[in-house]
């Protein structure tokens, strides 16, 4: 197991009420299940106040960065003491 800061960034950081919680985890996707786990219900309900439904997990809508790599696309999954997981909204466009 290893002990890894998740960074929230942008609203993110509004809605999980703190910019960043440390877990600890043996691979990426362990931490995102713990990170919607505990999150999960704060982000949605901020989303509704602001009349947004969310469809599906928060991570759908979120940019995924282990220590500056996009995350989504690492195939080695494991993490170290000490890696930095930043979470970003994801942003449509062009």
Same mark, same amino acid.
């Given at each position: 197991?290893?002990?890894? $800061?998740?960074? !929230?960034? *942008?609203?993110?950081?509004?809605?999980?009420? $703190? /910019?960043?919680?440390?877990? %600890?985890? #043996?691979?990426?996707?362990?931490? &995102?299940?713990?990170? %919607?786990?505990? !999150?999960?219900?704060? !982000?949605?309900?901020?989303?509704?106040?602001?009349?947004?439904?969310?469809?599906?997990?928060?991570?759908?809508?979120?940019?995924?960065?282990?220590?500056?790599?996009?995350?989504? $696309?690492?195939?080695?999954?494991?993490?170290? /003491?000490? #890696?930095?997981? /930043? &979470? !970003?909204?994801?942003?449509?466009? *062009?």
């Amino acid at each position: 197991m290893a002990l890894i $800061t998740v960074k !929230f960034n *942008g609203i993110w950081k509004l809605y999980a009420g $703190t /910019d960043r919680a440390v877990i %600890e985890v #043996d691979d990426i996707d362990t931490a &995102l299940s713990q990170i %919607e786990k505990k !999150f999960a219900v704060k !982000f949605e309900e901020k989303l509704k106040e602001r009349g947004v439904k969310l469809q599906g997990s928060i991570l759908n809508y979120s940019y995924i960065v282990l220590n500056g790599k996009n995350a989504k $696309t690492l195939k080695e999954r494991s993490v170290q /003491d000490g #890696d930095i997981l /930043d &979470l !970003f909204v994801a942003i449509p466009g *062009g």
